[in-house]
């Protein structure tokens, strides 16, 4: 999920398996937290992928993302995904985590090490600190005398 092009894909995908209307009754659904949406007419709760891998997790533990995607149907990239995004962390422990876009070390969530990020953000601000902008005048315009002055007055 490193170039813009695979977070675009992976957002298109994420929000096109969210659920939109009721599947009862058609109606309009709200968001209420942890991946559930609730129908504003009948009541009826929907779940999304995030809902579905959450649940699993809350019930079995931490497993394997293939183990869940078997489990939930919700597609092993979509896991990625949320891995990538924070949404899920891989626990203390593991065989398995996912790399550091940057270096390639192991990462239990998220798309980059702290070390990585640290470096990013120190040249960010050599970016953005510049002596030149904001500098004061390096001569100061004498103010006048408070005098009325004309031009051009030709008598």
Excluded at 6 to 20: A, D, G, I, S, V
Excluded at 61 to 90: F, K, W, Y
Aim: positive net charge; charged residues 30%; hydrophobic residues 25%.
């Amino acid at each position: 999920m490193g170039t813009k092009a695979e977070q675009e894909k992976f957002t298109k995908e994420f929000l096109e398996r969210k659920p939109n209307r009721c599947s009862k009754c058609k109606g309009r659904i709200r968001y209420i937290g942890g991946g559930r949406y609730e129908c504003f007419d009948c009541g009826n709760q929907e779940i999304d992928d995030f809902g579905r891998v959450k649940e699993y997790i809350d019930e079995h533990g931490p497993t394997p993302a293939i183990i869940i995607s078997e489990h939930t149907g919700v597609p092993v990239d979509i896991i990625n995904g949320m891995l990538r995004q924070g949404r899920l962390e891989i626990p203390e422990g593991s065989p398995v985590y996912v790399q550091c876009e940057s270096c390639g070390c192991s990462i239990r969530y998220g798309r980059y090490c702290p070390d990585c990020i640290r470096s990013r953000t120190n040249n960010l601000k050599g970016v953005f600190f510049n002596p030149d902008v904001g500098e004061k005048p390096q001569h100061e315009v004498k103010k006048e005398d408070g005098r009325m002055h004309f031009l051009k007055f030709d008598k």
